[in-house]
């Protein structure tokens, strides 16, 4: 499978002009619905020229802007399957190799070849902030990273709280969260309602919000200061979560790196109280 044209565009961001830039963060935060739309539509909503928007498209790699419109319109297609929908019968593969464990390799693999070591580390760094109060919380397959992750950071930082129960215990915490907060979130396809409800009231409340997603993007990507879209998509009825599981290992690793001496510190404290 080919770069998808959200990989498209985190590949190529840093490199474009303001204008396609502010096309591409129009795209991102409205996917992929706004490019499904006319030139001039898409070029009004995100404040550029029509032309503006055609040249973005070329940069991304497409002919014409119908070209850029079928593979959206593929993804989009790909992104509202349900796991009945989805195959579970890949072709065979040599003998000992399993065809998910393959597919499984694969999305790791190309999940970290579109996240660079900048976008780690700048949200390592929004994560390593010890006065800010960081909260995680998941979807129904997703929640798992959130609290494996919690569990991690609470150990090497405090003000780590992981959100659990029902929405509405959700929404109880959003006095707690303020501009110096942030919100980790994982939220792969069929997108979560009550996630994406909570997302939008922490984004009003100016919390700084983290985002771990699938490569057709969770529409909480419009919320969200920092994306990062792993590979979901395997050979049976079910997406992997491996490769954001992965993800999350390695923030942490490069959270825990940034306080070393704190987290080293901490840790001594607890094994001390134990």
Do not use: C
Request: net charge positive; no cysteine; hydrophobic share 45%.
């Amino acid at each position: 499978m080919g770069s998808n044209i959200a990989e498209l565009i985190a590949d190529r961001i840093d490199s474009m002009p303001a204008g396609e830039r502010r096309a591409a963060q129009t795209l991102v935060a409205n996917y992929p619905l706004v490019g499904l739309k006319t030139v001039a539509d898409f070029s009004a909503q995100a404040g550029v020229s029509s032309p503006t928007i055609l040249r973005f498209v070329a940069r991304l790699g497409f002919q014409n802007y119908p070209e850029f419109q079928s593979v959206l319109k593929d993804e989009l297609a790909a992104q509202l399957q349900s796991p009945a929908s989805r195959t579970v019968s890949p072709a065979p593969l040599p003998r000992g190799i399993s065809p998910a464990l393959e597919a499984t390799l694969e999305n790791i693999r190309e999940t970290f070849r579109h996240i660079s070591d900048k976008q780690l580390a700048d949200i390592a760094t929004l994560l390593s902030n010890q006065r800010a109060k960081t909260f995680l919380v998941g979807g129904r397959f997703t929640d798992p990273i959130a609290r494996y992750t919690a569990a991690h950071l609470a150990i090497i930082r405090p003000n780590v709280f992981h959100l659990t129960g029902q929405e509405s215990n959700w929404r109880d915490r959003l006095i707690d969260m303020g501009k110096r907060d942030v919100l980790v979130i994982f939220d792969i396809r069929r997108y979560q309602e009550s996630l994406i409800r909570f997302a939008e009231k922490a984004n009003t409340r100016g919390v700084q919000i983290v985002l771990f997603t699938d490569q057709w993007l969770s529409p909480i990507a419009r919320f969200a200061r920092h994306v990062i879209a792993g590979r979901t998509a395997v050979p049976s009825a079910w997406d992997s979560s491996a490769a954001l599981f992965v993800a999350a290992e390695t923030l942490i690793g490069e959270i825990t790196r940034q306080l070393e001496t704190d987290s080293a510190k901490r840790i001594r404290e607890m094994e001390n109280l134990r």
